[in-house]
């Protein structure tokens, strides 16, 4: 069900981007296995407070590249899929592994709390934070931003509920500017060969 619902995602958050994405194409354009949302005026910024009670900004990150990804921890295997894939991409850019920032935020604030993420964290990349909406208004406004949708699906008793949610995941360059869209399922190799190429634009 879930996939279903991600398939049918995706081409709206492209068709959204496309525009934008071809306006700042040319020859000598770098190619990205991602999509290329470059320009896009959507996916500014997540200011919420970390698994540690910090407040964030995607401006803490300057120099790094960032991966935003929207879940919850009771995923039973989208979630944990594309946090073990970033811990992989973090691996394979060896040396400039720390450079890259991974971010969660959670779609089921009420049952992730700051103690459930940062364990959840780390399971996968002790550097990499979870961010919680504190409010469900928080996270309705900045899943319209991210352009990312996510539902609460009743589940047998009230705590058994699942949530519906999108899969991709968003890619900010060293200078905090939205960069990339990455499907679900694209991989690690491919998602560090295009890591690699921002931050080789960077230097």
């Known amino acids: 069900m879930l996939r279903r619902k991600f398939t049918l995602l995706i081409p709206t958050l492209v068709a959204g981007g496309a525009t934008l994405g071809l306006a700042g194409c040319s020859d000598k354009a770098p190619s990205f296995t991602a999509i290329d949302i470059t320009g896009a005026e959507y996916a500014r910024d997540f200011p919420l ?3 540690n009670g910090r407040q964030r900004s995607v401006r803490d990150f300057a120099g790094k590249v960032v991966v935003v990804f929207f879940g919850y921890t009771q995923c039973p295997d989208v979630c944990p899929t594309s946090m073990s ?3 992989e991409v ?4 060896g040396p400039d592994g720390d450079k890259l920032q991974g971010i969660f935020i959670t779609v089921d604030p009420e049952r992730d709390t700051p103690e459930v993420l940062k364990a959840y964290m780390e399971n996968f990349e002790p550097s990499f934070l979870a961010l919680r909406p504190t409010s469900p208004e928080q996270l309705a406004a900045l899943a319209k931003d991210f352009k990312a949708y996510y539902k609460k699906v ?20 060293t200078q905090g500017r939205i960069r990339l869209f990455t499907r679900y399922g694209t991989g690690a190799a491919p998602l560090a ?9 960077a230097r």
């Open 193 to 201: 060969a295009d890591i690699r190429i921002l931050l080789a634009q």
């Open 154 to 173: 009743d589940g047998r008793t009230p705590t058994s509920y699942t949530m519906d949610h999108s899969a991709g995941s968003y890619v900010f360059d």
């Open 90 to 93: 973090r691996k394979l850019l």
């Open 49 to 51: 407070p970390d698994h």
């Open 85 to 87: 894939e970033l811990a």
